[in-house]
């Protein structure tokens, strides 16, 4: 049973930083697509970063040049690092890690197979 954990989430004020970890039970992290995901209130969840099979990473534009996402295979750990944050980046925050091997990370939900349970994160204003 594959079990992805995420942790990082917190309040910060706008212009600050966070680093969300998305740590893994199994070694699916160091072989497949994994993605943070975000969801606002009544919304779907929506794309935000991932990291694909071969390390190729993909951004929402939204996020673009402000978060990096990042793969520790050591630590099966997948890292969210998000700076200059803004209040529209509150929300609640996923890891999803995907079974099929792809070279670049899809960003449609339903293809992913493994969820975490969430991490909050909150910037104030």
Known sequence: QV???ESGGGLV???GSLRLSCAASGRIITTYPTAWFRQFPGKEREFVA??????ATDYADSVKGRFTVSRDNAKTTVYLQMNSL???DTALYYCAADRTVRARVTTNIY???YWGQGTQVTVSS
Do not use: C, N, R, Y
């Open 3 to 5: 079990q992805l954990v």
């Open 13 to 15: 004020q706008a212009g």
């Open 50 to 55: 991932g990291i694909s099979s071969t390390g």
């Open 86 to 88: 803004k209040p529209e």
């Open 111 to 113: 293809d992913f197979d």
